[in-house]
Each structure stands twice: as structure tokens, then as C-alpha cells.
């Protein structure tokens, strides 16, 4: 019997959060830590594999919807399917990471007088922090004050984190239907096919779990963006540039996107006068929405001194954090340690000096018609050159490029990326130490790429998807 794409979608998303409930970090205090099968190793390998098998059949379905939006023959609304998808892990604990605890526990901080920006969530004691990574504990919040304020609202009403964490699943959610709601106008503005950046971008598993079943605050921002970015096309630049400042003030990145804004401000490049002039009256009106949030939510701008903090995270799909981890592992093989922390160093730094440079370039050289594009391509190089990247990172980049016209080439580099960082979400930083579980996660999820892997290569991807379909 064939099993349509939705439905597939949807018995996935089910054993994602069957799994999610045995492998999820919770408070060891709270019911859903005597979930079955929790504390032994066997039970914990089922439900790892249960996670990548329910992965694994999302993204199939999303491939196979994909093959009839890339031929034109689509006519249904994607974004049922993404609603479908994803309602099975609104109440789970976190996946793939403890990132929604620690926002959890800041908005306790808030909550209780502490500045989120001076000490950490160690302070506490009880079920707040109990699923909190130790590595956070004695860190400054790193986010913006949005996401904090509203955390200190939240833990006002309750202190059960649990609750706290299905408060900022929420944001997550309204990120998605801010980007659900932009994506498909802002493809029309650039002559994409909404429908292709629908599927490629709201439908997508990648967003779907890193988004909303790890809880991401990133979604928000993202979610700010594409929504300022539409703003702006429609010829309200101040907007745009207000809510450019409010996606910032969730994380820093977001403010990018005011790039964007002042190529829509002065349409030709070449006028460089004139295009450093909108810049500046974007970022001035972006960092002065920035710094009103922080005032009138009385949290502050301390976090601005906290950013280095992701950057403790030393993680390898950082270009820049991949080279200074090479060459300083070389050198402290030859016993030089001094040498080798410098180098680690001066790679990052030289990274986001390069990061910097090429935001500049496509801020200055932009036209209208490649605004989205420069956006994308900044956000992108702030993930790789950057002193850190998660796997969810990648998720900033994607709505704008999406819509940026992307050709052949750029469109099977997104479509493998989202496969690969949705099946391989499972190895990220809560398998940390845990070499049974990681060599055995490892070999599932290379089963799994290795049968998708034909599914992706039977996708025929036109040269440039344009045309003037509706999203559903």
C-alpha cells in the first residue's frame, strides 16, 4: 500500500518524539525522567534509533514532495504539511540539545533579580537547573532581551521548567509562522516559485526539528528577518528596519538583514554615497529599536559583552575553528601549547575579520534585486567563519537564499545540506562523551544518508525555478 508524503511525514515526526522521550536530557526530578527505558543503554539505543528511522522518514516525504514541486506538478499547501509535521513534537522535552533548559533557567534568573548578563543559571538550585548543561551554568546569557524578558515573564506565572520550556517552544513556533508567512512574498518579490521556496524553506525537516522540537530561539530571529526583509519590499523601510532591530535584539545576527533593507533604500550600488547613507539610517534606527527593547524591558545590553560565550564550543563546522583547531592540534603534537592556543586565535580571528569584509562588501554592492541573496551569503559567512557553528545555525541562511533565485547548484547544496544536518542531528553535544552511543548513532544515521542519498540524486533540479505559482 502507498503511504502518501503526509502521512509518512507525520508517523516520522511520532517516532521522533517516541525517541525524543527516551533520549532527551529533562530535570531528573520531573515524571519524564522515569520515562521507560531511560536509564539503560539498551533502552537508550532504541530510542536513538527510533529518532534517526523517524528522521529518516521525514525527510523521505519531504523528498518526495520535492520531486513534484521541482517538475511543476504541485498544487497542494505545503504548509498544512509543515503544521502536520510538526504538531507531534510540541510538547516533548527538547531534542538534540539542552539549549531550551538554559533559556528556561535566564528567565528565571530575570524572574528573580539576577542580571542574566553577570552570573549564570549556577546560582540556583532545584529542578530549574537540573537540565541545564553544566558547561552553561556559570556563563552570561549570550541572547538578546527579548527572549530573556519574555523568559522572566513566564517563570513570574511558574517555576516548573517544563512549562518554562513550552513557553519558548512557542516563540519557536511564532518564528515559523513569521517565516511561513514571509517566505512565499518575498519569493514572489525576487520571481522565485513560492511554491519551491515554501517546500525548500517552511516545509523543511531541518527547520521543523532544529527549530521547533529543539526549541531554538534562533527561529525567532529568523522568523524577524524574513518578515522585515518583506516589509521593506513593500516599501516600508522605517518598519523594516525597527523589526530588523527586534531580530537582533533575539540574537545579534539578525540585525543583518539590514543590509537587505538599505539595498531596497538606495537601489544602485554604484552610488556608494548614497548607499552608506542608507546603511547608516537603517543601523541607526536597527540599533536604536535594539537598545529601546533592552531599556523597556529592563534587562539591559550587557549581552553584548556575553557574545564570545558560544564561542567556548569548539565546533568543527566553523571553517575558521576547523583550521585554528588543525594547526593548534599540530603544534601542541610538537609540545608548543603556547603557540597552539594562538593559533586557534588568530584563525577565528581572522575569520570574523573575513566575515566582516565580505558583509561589507555586500552591504556596499548589493542591487535590489540581490537583497535577499546578500543577506543569506552574510548570515552564511558568519556561520562559517565564526568562532562557533551548530548545526541549526545553517537554518539562518536558508529562507533568504531560498528566495535568492538559487540556480542548480545552489539548490541541491541546500536540499543536502537540510538532509544531512536533520539525520545527523542526533550527534551533536548530548551524545558528549558517550562512545556507545555515538559509534552506534554514527552507523545508523550513514545507513540512513546512504538509502536517501538515491532519493537526492533523482531530484531533477531545473536550472532556475521561476514561476508565477501561488504556495497552496
Known amino acids: 500500500m502507498k503511504v502518501s508524503p503526509l502521512l509518512r511525514g507525520f508517523a516520522g515526526s511520532c517516532l521522533v ?27 537508550r539505543m532504541t530510542g536513538l534509533a527510533i529518532v534517526v528511522a523517524g528522521l529518516g522518514l521525514m525527510v523521505w516525504a519531504w523528498l518526495t514532495i520535492g520531486r513534484e514541486v521541482l517538475a511543476s506538478r504541485w498544487r497542494d499547501d505545503l504548509r498544512r504539511y509543515a ?25 528565571a534568573l530575570v524572574a528573580r533579580g539576577h542580571d542574566p548578563y553577570q552570573v549564570g543559571p549556577g546560582v540556583m538550585t532545584g529542578p530549574i537547573v537540573e537540565a541545564v548543561d553544566p558547561m552553561w551554568w556559570w556563563t552570561p546569557a549570550p541572547y538578546g532581551p527579548v527572549p530573556l524578558a519574555f523568559g522572566g515573564i513566564a517563570a513570574d506565572i511558574t517555576m516548573n521548567p517544563y512549562l518554562l520550556m513550552l513557553a519558548h517552544r512557542a516563540l519557536a513556533v511564532l518564528g515559523s509562522f513569521l517565516i511561513a508567512y514571509s517566505v512565499p512574498r518575498l519569493a514572489r518579490a525576487c520571481r522565485v516559485d513560492p511554491v519551491f521556496a515554501t517546500w525548500l524553506v517552511v516545509a523543511n525537516p531541518m527547520l521543523i526539528t532544529h527549530g521547533i522540537g529543539a526549541a531554538h530561539n534562533d527561529v525567532l530571529m529568523l522568523g524577524l528577518g524574513c518578515y522585515a526583509l518583506t516589509v ?6 522605517g518598519t523594516a528596519a525597527v523589526l530588523a532591530g527586534a531580530a537582533a ?25 548614497t548607499r552608506l547613507a542608507s546603511l547608516a539610517i537603517a543601523g541607526a534606527v536597527s540599533v536604536l529599536t535594539l537598545v529601546t527593547i533592552g531599556e523597556l524591558t529592563r534587562v539591559g545590553s550587557g549581552w553584548l559583552g556575553a557574545l564570545d560565550v558560544p564561542g567556548l564550543v569548539k565546533s568543527p ?6 583550521i585554528g583547531l588543525g594547526t ?7 609540545g608548543a601549547k603556547t603557540a597552539a592556543q594562538q593559533a586557534l586565535d588568530l584563525a577565528r580571528v581572522l575569520g570574523i575579520l573575513g566575515a566582516l569584509g565580505l558583509i561589507a562588501v555586500l552591504g556596499l554592492r548589493s542591487t535590489i534585486h540581490q537583497a535577499a541573496r546578500a543577506i543569506g551569503f552574510a548570515l552564511l559567512a558568519v556561520v562559517l567563519l565564526g568562532p562557533t557553528a551548530h548545526d541549526w545555525y545553517f537554518l539562518w541562511c536558508l529562507p533568504f537564499l531560498a528566495v535568492a533565485r538559487p540556480g542548480r547548484r545552489m539548490t541541491t547544496a541546500l536540499v543536502g545540506a537540510s538532509v544531512i544536518l536533520t539525520v545527523a542531528a542526533p550527534l551533536n553535544s548530548s551524545l558528549r562523551g558517550a562512545v556507545v552511543p555515538i559509534i552506534v548513532t554514527t552507523s545508523l544515521v550513514l545507513l540512513v544518508l546512504g538509502a536517501l542519498a538515491g532519493r537526492i540524486r533523482t531530484l531533477h533540479v531545473p536550472t ?6 501561488t504556495a497552496g
Do not use: C, H
Open 17 to 43: 518524539a517516541v525517541g525524543g522521550l527516551i533520549t532527551s536530557v529533562v530535570p531528573a526530578s520531573s515524571r519524564l525522567a522515569e520515562f521507560p527505558f531511560r536509564d539503560s543503554l539498551g533502552g
Open 328 to 334: 593548534s592540534g599540530v603544534l601542541d603534537w610538537f
Open 83 to 107: 503544521v502536520t509535521w510538526f504538531v507531534p513534537l510540541l510538547l516533548i522535552p527538547p531534542l538534540f540539545s539542552r539549549d531550551a533548559w538554559s533559556y528556561a533557567a535566564q528567565g
Open 232 to 237: 521593506a519590499l513593500d516599501g516600508k523601510w
Open 317 to 322: 563546522l566553523s571553517i575558521a575553528n576547523l
Open 249 to 273: 535584539a533575539v540574537k545579534l545576527p539578525g540585525g543583518l538583514v539590514v543590509i537587505g533593507i538599505a539595498a531596497v533604500m538606495s537601489p544602485l550600488p554604484r552610488r556608494i554615497r
Open 464 to 469: 532556475l525555478v521561476t514561476t508565477a505559482r
